[in-house]
Structures are given as C-alpha cells and as structure tokens.
C-alpha cells in the first residue's frame, strides 16, 4: 500500500516508522524544522511499550502536488488544523482515499465537500506519545479502550477499509474496521474531553487531578451527560462496551478516575497529549455542546468542566472536594464490577 503521511507529528511519525518497517511504500509530509530532521536522521521512534527503538530512513516531501499518486493519504493533523489541510488535499485528485486519522464532533461535510464524495474515509489512531528532539517516544493503548479504527462515511464495510486495517494490524496496532465512525469519533470526544478538561481544572498536573474530588466528579458527570446525550440525539455510544460507564455508581467511577490519574500509563496517553492540545479539546468540547443544545439534552456539569480548558482560567483549589457525590439511581451491579474491574486490570499492568 503506497501511502503519503500527511503530517509528521508524533502519530504521523509513529505510524509511517512502523508502517515501513513493515514493509509498506511510505512517504512522509513535512515542513520547516521537522523535514530537516527526517532528511537528516530519518524517523526515530521508541516504543514505551517494548523499548523497541527504530529508525526508519522515509522518503520524505514539502508539498502535495495535484497529480501525486499515493493509495491513501492518511491525514495525522490535530482537529483544529484539518481545515488548513483541506486544499492541498482537495487540489490532489489523483490519490482515490483521504483517511483522515483526526478528532471529530461535527461530521464529514466540510471533509466531502473539500476533496470529494467517495475519497473521505475517517479514522483515528490507537497510540498516543510525545517528542523530544527528534525522537519520538509512543505506544499503542490497549484495544480494550480504543483501537486503531478506520471505515467509510456511509459505514459499508469495504474492500478498502478491511486494507487499510490489515496494513495498520501488520505494523502491530491493533485495528477495526467500524460500520459508524462518526460515532465512534463522537463517542470518543465525549469520553477525553471531560478527562482532559478535569486535567486543565487541576492546574495541569495529574497527581493534583488525582487528590482533586470536584475535577473527578465533574468529569465523571459530564462523560455520563455526553454518553446521554448521544444517545438522546441518536448515536449509539460506539464501542458498546464504553456506555459501561453509565452503569457505574458516581463514588465508585471518581475513585476509579482517580487510580488511573496517579498511573503512569495515564500520564502517556492522557497528560502528554492534553498538554499540547488545548485548542483542540476547546473545539471539539464547544462542539459537543453545540450538540447538546440542538438536541436539548443539557449537559451542566459538561460545560462547567469546559471553562477550565480556557486560557487563562484559574485552575481548582488543589484538593477541593465540595460537590457531594451522587449515590441514587438504578445501580447495575454486574456491570459496574465488569466495568472497574477491568478498568483496573488494564492500568494495573501498565
């Protein structure tokens, strides 16, 4: 599969590298500092999960010129900067398939608009990491939170898809093939914003979030609110397995959100990215709530939570604990124990 890594971030760099080194026909886009470094010392990455370090020597391009044939681009730009994409990647009419591998709350209509019916297809990555120099350190996360995924806007399953996730499942992540990858995505944003915005609310710092019971109970509030609300506006939370959250009693979901806070997997797949990605997570939280308010379905302690991701705002008296804890409501017990159990089990080997 010949393919052009249109954006060589963190992601962008981690999958080309293991891609690759798997044997695929890569190509990496950069520009400025960055495509001095791939042409000088190619792309290095370090798996946190393995310590595996490799260093893959990628063709590496400034520009995407109209008549460049690739198989697929695949689009690895944070939320906010996928419209500065958007006419480079319309003026190529060459390639058949844009992945875009990014957040998304507000659907695919500017996406198909720009580069064409039949060319858009939506993905997002399992991994998270960071760079320092020009190394780029990252893992994948367990695929019992979240996959590798990719699929169609009309949600077929198509020859394309399943070989778009073959070759990702080569260069060993862990990938799917979803029939609604609109709400996956929006399922997604629903889950780490409140988690990223509870880390704003806490100064930043995750083992401040972790002795802080207000930012905990608002994001557990908010993640349950925006589960509803899809629901209510006709998504279904996608994967099913993470509405387990709405089953979970309050007290029990907070001490849970606050483990996993002081772990350091969490600091790798949560604090790492958060820290550089407040204008996304403010985009795609005031999206959310945009959602809510079309839907009538409102999400109190959502918005709330939101106004910490602003520049500028205050973060929480460390260790504030006002807001009492909400035991009422129908408690599924089977579910619950399922749910933090095995949330549990999986920082725990972490």
Known sequence: MRTLIFGSGVLGSYFGARLAAAGHDVTMLARGARLREIEEHGVT?????????????????????????????????????????????????????????????SGVDDLVDAVGQGRVMLGFPGAAGDKVGNVVRARTVHPWLQRTTVGEVDGRRTTRAVSIAQAF??????????????????????????????????GGDLQRLARTRDALVLASRAVREGFRMLRSAGWQVTPPHLALALAVPEPLLVSLLGRVARTPYADFIIARHAAVARDEIAMLSAQLVALSRAADVPMPSFEVLATYGRQGVRPARRGSGVLPMRWGGVIAAAAAALFVGALRALFRER
């Open 45 to 105: 990455v370090i798996d946190e999960g393995t310590g595996e370090r490799l260093t893959a020597r990628i063709p590496v391009t400034a520009t995407l010129e109209p008549g460049d044939r690739y198989d697929v681009i695949a689009v690895f730009v944070r939320a906010e900067q996928v419209r500065e994409a958007l006419p480079a990647l319309a003026a190529n009419t060459a390639t058949p398939t844009v992945l875009f591998m990014s957040n998304a709350v």
């Open 169 to 202: 499942r080569s260069a060993g992540f862990p990938s799917a093939v979803s029939r609604d990858m609109d709400a996956w995505l929006k399922t997604h944003a629903a889950l780490v914003c409140p988690i990223a915005n509870a880390f704003y609310m806490a």
